[in-house]
């Protein structure tokens, strides 16, 4: 089946560490991406993986693919305020042209 | 700006009414993809276009429909409408190089 899970809310202080978790039941997905929107505005890319990688760091951001357990997660170090938003996580295979999103992570940065 | 263009921004409504939301893509983009996101089910995807033609399907429903035209532009055609049609209608373009998806701003949609 096809079903990207995330928790609803995820709350930090400023300047630690945030790790948003998804969890993906197709294992043919090729690509796994993370998203984010901000209020009012549509998604953007953060960030994506290939799904024979296991790791990719981007500035402060670091996902890790754990393909066994279809567990997808990112990192944000050094949380700010502007990092509030929710985070969606989203899978694609290639060739299909289909998308599949999470339900999103509302993420709440605290001053 | 995602270079994603979607009108109108915002409309309220009456069940049982039919409304029309329009997207431009992109500039060379040929794939427009239209999602719904209500506050307590994510963002469910609805249908998708390449060059004219639908290639995949997900959660629409029947009361609703879709077209993308000859200049790549679509549009989502809801009807008789239901409270519960109430939402923000997002379309995305994706990159014919990269595959990444590119959104518009949104319509929100009240049905009142």
């Known amino acids: 089946g096809e079903d990207v899970e995330q928790s609803l809310f995820l709350s930090v202080r400023e300047g630690d560490s945030s790790v948003i978790n998804c969890t993906y039941t197709?294992?043919?997905?090729?690509?796994l991406y993370w998203y984010k929107q901000e209020p009012g505005a549509g998604l953007q890319l953060l960030t994506y993986?290939?799904?024979?990688?296991d790791m990719k760091q981007d500035q402060r951001l670091t996902v890790l693919l754990n393909k066994k357990d279809k567990h997808l997660s990112l990192r944000i170090a050094d949380t700010q305020t502007g990092d509030s938003a929710i985070y969606f996580c989203a899978e694609a295979t290639s060739g299909t042209y289909k998308y599949i999103f999470g339900t999103g992570t509302r993420l709440k940065v605290l001053a | 700006d995602s270079g994603v263009t979607q009108t109108p921004k915002h409309l309220i409504t009456a069940t049982g009414q039919r409304v029309t939301l329009r997207c431009s893509p992109r500039?060379?983009?040929?794939?427009v993809y239209w999602y719904q996101q209500s506050l307590d089910q994510g963002l469910q995807f609805l249908i998708q276009?390449?060059?004219?033609?639908?290639?995949a399907k997900g959660n629409i429903l029947e009361r609703f429909s879709a077209q993308q035209f000859p200049d790549l532009h679509s549009e989502l055609n809801l009807s008789s409408l239901e409270l519960g049609d109430s939402a923000l209608y997002f379309c995305?373009?994706?990159?014919?190089?990269?595959?990444?998806?590119?959104f518009g701003e949104g319509s929100r949609l009240t049905v009142l």
């Open positions: 276009y390449y060059n004219g033609e639908e290639r």
């Open positions: 500039s060379g983009d040929l794939s």
């Open positions: 995305a373009s994706s990159d014919r190089g990269t595959g990444e998806l590119f």
């Open positions: 197709d294992s043919s997905s090729t690509y």
């Open positions: 993986i290939f799904s024979n990688m």
